[in-house]
């Protein structure tokens, strides 16, 4: 999967503008980079929770039989998501901080650019998959099963992967074909889509409006999707007889409400911030966008291990078994 993309973007990128640099660089967090030393322990710690968490997720999903279900199969591409995120970003971040290793060839960019932004439209699109997966367990529990059987389910995972990569494939190829003749110093500790346009000194509305446009059918629309499904659920669950059913119920989404939060809540203010704010300090700026990108794939696995029973379980069993020696 990963080779097909990259010969993609390749061909996107073979025919080279003369004015596109062969270098960008990364300016940190400014205003504190004297600070950067302290900043990375957070970013690290984050980075550890990250690949531990979603590792450890992702193997359980894998192992566990009584876990394959469409609403691990949803849980195990969050993660995936996550993973992907946290390793094409966190490394190079670190690098920036430990190092001041700001320098990244011009294709490596790119090629990050389209990972970051790929990877968080897939995240959305499956947080949309998952609020469906709660709609029906919830709204119709007879049917669960023959309605999202797994022929339903790989078809909903695959139209997620093909809507998250066709949205943002040509971010690259939109940036790559500008002219850059001024600075080539991104004012982020990743090469963010709009930050790398940002610099370019020629004619960039296509880049403005196809932006626009993917924030808004992605940001939007999911959380209308999303807020529409758990309107109904609510509905559902008020009309429930006991109070026992409606907690149960409830406990069943609570997870997935506060991964919903945690992703959509940096995003949007980061945008609100970059739209709005333009005398807000640019140091806050840029520690919110790499929030948004750090926060949810930390923060997942955890509340998904403390929240949901069947994970807890099965990670309780394996780390309580005991080897049996044969001889």
Not at 46 to 68: A, D, K, P, W
Not at 192 to 199: G, Q
Request: overall charge positive.
């Amino acid at each position: 999967f990963f080779a097909l993309l990259s010969e993609v973007i390749t061909m996107i990128l073979s025919n080279t503008s003369y004015l596109f640099p062969h270098t960008f660089f990364l300016a940190g967090i400014p205003g504190l980079t004297a600070a950067h030393i302290w900043i990375s322990l957070p970013f690290c710690f984050m980075f550890f929770l990250s690949v531990t968490g979603n590792g450890v997720l992702l193997f359980l999903i894998r192992t566990e039989r009584c876990l394959h279900q469409p609403m691990f199969f949803f849980l195990a591409m969050l993660s995936f998501a996550d993973l992907v995120l946290s390793l094409s970003t966190l490394p190079k971040m670190l690098a920036i901080f430990w190092f001041g290793a700001t320098a990244i060839s011009s294709h490596s960019c790119l090629f990050q650019m389209f990972f970051i932004h790929a990877f968080s439209a897939m995240e959305s699109g499956v947080l949309v998959a998952m609020a469906l997966d709660r709609f029906v367990a919830i709204c119709n529990p007879l049917r669960y099963a023959t309605i999202l059987t797994p022929a339903v389910v790989a078809k909903v995972g695959g139209l997620v992967v093909l809507r998250g990569v066709g949205l943002t494939i040509s971010f690259p190829s939109l940036a790559h074909r500008l002219p850059y003749c001024g600075s080539h110093t991104i004012a982020y500790t990743y090469c963010e889509h709009m930050a790398v346009v940002k610099l370019a000194c020629g004619d960039t509305t296509v880049d403005n409006l196809y932006a626009f446009a993917v924030a808004i059918f992605l940001g939007v629309g999911d959380v209308a999707f999303i807020a529409y499904t758990y309107g109904q659920i609510v509905r559902t669950v008020i009309n429930f007889p006991s109070s026992e059913a409606r907690a149960k119920a409830g406990s069943t989404c609570t997870a997935h409400v506060c991964v919903i939060l945690f992703f959509y809540g940096p995003g949007f203010l980061s945008v609100v911030m970059q739209r709005f704010g333009p005398h807000t300090a640019s140091a806050a700026k840029v520690i919110l966008a790499n929030l948004y990108l750090l926060f949810p794939p930390a923060l997942d696995p955890i509340i998904y291990g403390v929240k949901t029973k069947q994970i807890r379980e099965q990670l309780f069993k394996i780390l309580t078994s005991k080897r049996i020696d044969p001889t």
